[in-house]
């Protein structure tokens, strides 16, 4: 039972090698970077808190690809702690600055549900 036409097979061999590649070139760059240790916080503290005070309103809503290449060209950090860093700042950015204005007396959202529907990723 020979079939001449065998679409899967052809893709699974190049793709395991992509796959493998990817894993590797990220394994390397992490393994080279010097501030992988670092917390992003840390790392704030560390490079930034000198002349930005807070993090927050640095990302500005920038998306986190154009905020990491800010980073590492404005301060040569390594592209894994510009990543990092962009992240930060995006994640302490996120609530809008009118929550800045309100005293914080919203309750956290409590909706009743099941424990189960909570997941922490
Ligand atoms: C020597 C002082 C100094 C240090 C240290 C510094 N910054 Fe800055 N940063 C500035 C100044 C001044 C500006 C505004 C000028 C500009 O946009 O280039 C700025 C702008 C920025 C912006 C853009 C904000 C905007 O208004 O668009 C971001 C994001 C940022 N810094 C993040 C960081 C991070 C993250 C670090 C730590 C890795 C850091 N900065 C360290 C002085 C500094």
């Keep these: 039972m ?3 036409f065998q679409p899967g097979r052809g893709l699974i061999a190049p793709l ?13 760059a992490s393994a080279q970077n010097l501030d992988a240790g670092k917390s992003p916080e840390k790392l704030f503290a560390d490079g930034c808190a000198t002349c930005h005070r807070s ?3 640095l990302a500005k809503g920038r998306f ?10 404005h301060y040569a950090t ?3 702690s510009a990543k990092a860093l962009a992240a930060y700042l995006e994640s302490v950015d996120a ?6 204005a309100k005293p914080s007396a919203k309750p956290s959202k409590s909706a009743p549900r099941p424990p189960k529907s909570v997941q922490s990723h």
Excluded: N, Q, Y
């Design 55 to 57: 993090p927050r309103g």
């Design 64 to 73: 986190s690809l154009t905020l990491s290449w800010f980073l590492k060209d």
């Design 16 to 28: 395991m090698i992509l796959a493998a590649a990817a894993a590797l070139t990220a394994t390397v």
């Design 95 to 100: 609530p809008p600055p009118r929550a800045a």
């Design 2 to 4: 020979t079939s001449p």
């Design 78 to 80: 390594s592209s894994d």
